[in-house]
């Protein structure tokens, strides 16, 4: 079957027994859909039921004395059409199997009590993708999986007098946002606010929707809800703007996501997975928030993790900080305060040191790490040769100790030892020596914004040390 | 022999006029290394020293960084001064001393080996047993009253 865009393929039955694609209820004013013949779930545009029906109603195929009475819509647009005079569909299963339009639904005294929008998906979701919105109301699934093609009803008024508050009346024109979030997938969403719309109408939208294969996503639902880190993981929505320190300076969050020391990847596994709960996210004492209606408040670009902007129903502002995470994932997190300007940390560049195996076995070998070429005096190779300082401010310097290789951090943006300029690269020289197998070495380099500083020092084997008792 | 070394003027002060063996000078000069001198250019280069035999290794050379204006001064007297090893600067236009500070005079003697192999002994005179034996069967012959003095060391 396919979505029936020719009325050719509609048929109305004589009688109310489902045996054709659309029965005309002269009785009641109804207009009911039939999953049989050529309509199936794939459904029909309401552009091509307007044109049955007037065929119908010239042809009067049944007898029906159809011309008697008043015809049933109005068109306004090829998308947009008006029920009045009392007609209207005939329920819910009907009203789904209705594509690519919205429509208007008058009682006979001419004031609206209905109204259904069409809402229309633009972008690659897979095909068995349960996709769902919100229209301030909790999460409501699609009635087919797939991409969406189907009328949401955003307005109800029964008795018609305008007054939306009373009853089971509502008028929800004003929200909606459409949810794709599938596990291993890349989370996507839109709003009104996406396509430029504040208040709905009964007409068609199409929202961009789409969705792909995310490769951050490692870990089944299970590992996630019931293993460490992820056990120990939480999202705080606050009522009163965090004030957080990020190089020196004070920026405010109004959501905290606490990382327990958990990688960037495993970080955003967990809120992924939040985002997917049909229940309170917040572990904070202020409002309940449902995951699968929450914002996204995570997302890699490459390999570097981005916090977003999110709604914050407890008021603390839409910030999203980390904390918590672990401290080789620093360069890769940017955070977004409550102002929504990204913050990130200084960078913090590393240093890798290989030895060679004649310092390894050297029992009294040492190494030191001196800037090239610093301003002034302080150059290695001069008395104030300057001993480069790591991220906590601890000379890189110390015994071989057997090892291999070391590995130091270095404060990249924030580092200005004997003048150097911050945030540029530095020369280096790497210096080692041992006693009874490691010879002197030397060797320089250049520390970069890079986690992949390497320098490696490889001492010819001492033949010539002595020290007799 | 005892040794300043004095890295920001990359200056070797002799504090003795006793002779010394190159390899002490480059021993001493690792160790003070060690002591947190790593920030002046180094001192020495070696080459040789690989076993070739039980007892024979290729000879050993050490060469003084000039390149980087190392010097080796000696004791402030006029005195001769006897450097065993093969010693050579860095770059053989450089000079490996420099001038006392006092002007004295000092002769300078650097006995190098021109044999390609050195020789490891690790205990003893150096004399094989049959020769020490030989020797000590003459000494023990010899009247003491007839050796006028000996010399220790």
Redesign the interface.
Known sequence: MALIIDPDYLNDSAVDDGSAEVFIDTTNLKIKLNIEGYLSTDGVTIKCLYSFLKEEWRNDTHTKNLASFPFPMIPITDESFEFVDGWNFDGYQSQYLIRTGGWTVRNTSGNVIEKWAGIIGLGSINADDQLYYNQGEGAVDVQLTGQINQAVQILRDDDGDGVFSEDDDYDRTDTFTIFCREYSQVYNSASLADIGVSIMDSIAYRFPLSTGTDLKITHNDNAIATTAPYTGMSITYHATPQSIDIGGSNYNFGIIIDGNNGTAEQIYEFIQYQLRQDSNINAGLDDEVNGKTADALLSFVGDTLYTRTATNPAGGGTGVFIENYQVVDVNRLVFVDNTATQRTFPYVAALTINFGANLTADASSKYWVYFTDLPGDADYGKSGGTLVEDADGVDMTGDVDSNTSIQHSFAYDANNQGGRTPASEAAVTVVAIGLNTGQYVRATGTITRSTSNVISLVAALERNYANPA | MGYIFD??NTTIILDSTTEFNI??L??RW??W??TGN?????A???L???PISLTQ?VA?Y?FLNTI?GWVIRPAESNHELKIIGNLYPEDPNDPLFTQTLGGYTVLITIERSSAAIGYEINLGSGLSTDEHNWLNAIFKNIPLQTILALRQG
């Open positions: 890295g920001y390899d002490d480059y021993s690792k160790e290394v060690l790593a920030m002046y250019p180094p020495f280069r070696t040789g020293g690989e290794t050993p050490f980087d």
